[in-house]
């Protein structure tokens, strides 16, 4: 089982970047998947996360307004979209298989984590 979050990248203030996940390995289309991240010298945070069907979400109170989690389950992706960067937002963001429907906010509850993928707003 396989995890990738791909698609960070060096963005200003203001802008815009897509996070996609992809999951090889088996399907995860049962499971709830979340989004985190972690910037430098600070704890995983949680940022999103979708449930099993994708018509359930949940945001971070720092990125709600801003960012979207979607997932194609045909595919075995997910993907967040984030507008309205921030410096703040700087971290490298990690994709997570949760061990029920819907993805919590505490990482304990994930049990597949992807390699990060580092996104950096410049101000």
């Known amino acids: 089982v396989q995890l990738q979050a791909y698609g960070g990248g060096l963005v200003q203030a203001g802008g815009s970047l897509s996070l996609s996940c992809a999951a090889s390995g088996r399907t995860f289309s049962n499971n709830g998947i979340g989004w985190f991240r972690q910037a430098p010298g600070k704890e995983r945070e949680f940022v999103a996360a979708i449930s099993w069907r994708g018509d359930i979400t949940n945001y971070a109170d720092s990125v709600k307004g801003r960012f979207t989690i979607s997932r194609d389950n045909a595919k075995n992706l997910v993907y967040l979209q984030m507008n309205s960067l921030k410096p703040e937002d700087t971290a490298l963001y990690y994709c997570?298989?949760?061990?029920?429907?819907?993805?919590?906010?505490?990482?304990?509850?994930?049990?597949?984590w992807g390699q990060g993928t580092l996104v950096t707003v410049s101000s």
């Open positions: 997570a298989v949760a061990l029920k429907i819907m993805g919590p906010v505490v990482p304990s509850g994930y049990r597949y």
